[in-house]
């Protein structure tokens, strides 16, 4: 094994430093006059660095203001304001735009005498945009599930959790046509963190998820994909339903296709 190199603190002066001080004599002689090298020479605690763009001024007073709400609870655009050190005309300006977003909402609240003030408070989806160590919790808990428990008791668990997800899905799906529901699927599942999408394919239908938001689980324990298979087929009991696509094997997303059963 090699050692690194130990540092040494060396005396001896560096051409640019020779031609700073000789540059600092001779403006000290020649009063008002600059040496190309005393331009160049940075002054303690200047940066040189460009300012921030408005646009990145307004994506950290964005960030910022999350943050805050993130730790107060809810809070006016006054009082944010305030902490931000911005206008409230600008941090209303910026909650308007985070409230379309999705990521915070408002309620209205009477303090004192005058018109009743905003308070606003991060959603669900605006606590999403902060580290959410979830995901590895899941996989960990999976992973000693395996290795402690009997085997297949993995794949009962995901089975157990396909059935009452299904029946979820059923009861906010309705009983509408099968386009009107599978288009009501797609919704949910985009709120729960799926790209997904469907489009007809013949006589039936094709849904397609581009980005997965158990992936990394999936990696890990294929089996999740099963339970995914079956929980469409129990959402949807009028349909015959396959895998076309699978993310795993090739290719950039999943697939499954729904085929209406024809009356016996």
């Known amino acids: 094994m090699t050692s690194s190199p130990s540092l040494k603190t060396s005396t001896r002066t560096s051409p640019r430093d020779s031609r700073a001080a000789t540059a600092g004599i001779s403006g000290t002689a020649a009063m008002g006059s ?3 090298v005393d331009a160049a020479v940075e002054p303690p605690g200047v940066s040189t660095s460009l300012p921030a763009s408005p646009r990145q001024k307004d ?3 964005r960030e910022a203001a999350l ?18 050190k911005v206008s409230v005309q600008a941090m209303r ?5 985070l409230e379309e977003e999705g990521l915070v909402e408002a309620s209205c609240c009477g303090e004192g005498p005058g018109r009743p003030s905003n308070r606003w408070q991060l959603t669900t989806k605006g606590q999403g945009q902060f580290p959410d160590g979830s ?8 992973e000693s599930i395996a290795g ?10 995901l089975a ?23 288009e009501h699927l797609v ?10 999408e469907c489009c007809a394919d013949g006589d039936g239908w094709v849904i397609s998820e581009f980005h997965c938001s158990v992936m990394r689980i999936a990696e890990q324990f294929p089996c999740v994909c099963d339970q995914e298979l079956q929980l469409l087929r129990q959402t949807f009991p009028d349909c015959q339903v396959e895998r076309v696509h699978w993310r795993l094997e090739e290719g950039h997303s999943c697939g499954f296709r729904l085929s209406p059963r024809t009356a016996a």
Not at 135 to 142: I, K, M, R, V, Y
Not at 162 to 182: H, I, M, P
């Open 34 to 36: 600059e040496s190309p």
């Open 67 to 84: 943050t805050v709400l993130l730790r107060r609870g809810e809070a006016t655009a006054a009082d944010l304001a305030d902490h931000l």
């Open 59 to 61: 994506a950290s007073t």
């Open 135 to 142: 995901e590895d919790f899941a996989l960990s808990l999976l």
């Open 187 to 196: 919704e949910l599942r985009r709120r729960e963190g799926y790209v997904a």
């Open 160 to 182: 157990q959790q396909a059935r009452e997800k299904a029946d979820v899905y059923r009861r906010q799906l309705g009983t509408g046509s099968l386009q009107q529901r599978l």
């Open 93 to 97: 300006r910026h909650l308007r735009s």
């Open 148 to 157: 402690n428990l009997p085997p297949g008791t993995v794949q009962e668990l």
